[in-house]
C-alpha cells in the first residue's frame, strides 16, 4: 500500500507556509523515518509556522527554491521515497499584478522537481493543486475529477498548467503521480492575505475589513487539518495517476462567512467595507469529492464552528507577529 511503510524518506517542499506546516506536524508526529523540508521562506513561509518540531531527530529543513536547480541538488543525491509539493505562489490578487512570478514558481518549479524524480525515481510524487482550476461552477452543480479545466485568473492558469504537466510526465515516462485538489483551506499558520485570517487580523486591530462587490461570491471551507488528513490518505490508499477532488459540506457567501467572524470577536458589522471586485472573479467554487470518500475512506472529521474557533483563537495568540509583519510589508 502506497507510504504505509515507516522507514522512508520524504520530500515536502513549501514546508514552511501555510498547509505545508499543518502537513509536517502530522507527518512528524508518526514514525517517519527522514523528512526533509526545502522552503524559500518567502514572506508566507515562516520560521514560527516551524519552530514547534524543529527538534525532531527525523526533520531537516533546507533553505531553497525548487525555481534552482543548483538548489534541488544539494537535497537530492539520492531517491526520495514521496515528494508531496506543497511550494507554490497562491494568492490571486498577486497573482493578477505579477504573473510571470507565478508561471515561474508554480510550473517551472513543479518541472524541476519531476525532472529530479527522473533521474531518482520516487514510488511517489503528489502534486497539490487548487479547486480554482475548474472555474466558476453555476450553482447547483460541483465539479468532479473529470470536469473541464476553466482558469480565470493567473493563479489558476498556472495551477493548471502544473497539473497537466503532472499528467504529461506520468504519460511519457511513467512519473508516479497523483493530483489532490482541493476546496479553501483555513486554520492555524495562514498568512493574512487570504480572507479568514485577513478578516480576524483586521477586526482585532478595528480596521476596515474588504470584502469584494457585494460579498456573494461562494466558497467552500475545509479545515487544514482535514486536508492534511487527506493527503496521508492519499499516501495510504491513492492510486497512481489518479486525481482526487478534496471538499467539505462548508460552503457559504464571503459575506456570510466575514460575518460570522466579525459576530464571534463581538465588533460590529460597520467594519466591514465593501470594495471594487477584482477582475476574473469567479462566482462559485464547488467540489464533488466522493471518489475521494470511496477510495480513501476519508471525511471530514471538524465542525465548522468549532474549526473556525481554533483558528480565530490561534490568530489572537499571534496577532503581534502578524500584525507586526503586515505592517512591515505596507
Known sequence: MIGEEKMARYLVTGGAGFIGSNFLSLLLNSNYSEVICIDKFNYAGSEVNLHHFRDKPNFTVIKGDICKPEDLAIIWQQPFDYIINFAAESHVDRSIRTPNIFFENNVLGTLNLMNKCLEYPPKLFIQIS????????????????????????????SKVSADLAVLSYRKTYNLPAIIVRSVNNFGPRQFPEKLIPKVIVHALEDKKIPVYGDGQAVRTWIYVMDFCKAILAVLDKGEIGEIYNIGSSNEMTNLELVRRIVTHLGKDESLIRFVDDRPGHDLRYALDFSKARKQLNWSEQYPFDLALDNTISWYKCYFEHYATKLATML
Do not use: Q, R
Request: proline content about 18%.
Open 130 to 157: 487548487t479547486d480554482e482550476v475548474y472555474g466558476s461552477i453555476p450553482i447547483p452543480y460541483k465539479a468532479d475529477e473529470e470536469s473541464p479545466l476553466a482558469p480565470s485568473n493567473p493563479y489558476a492558469a
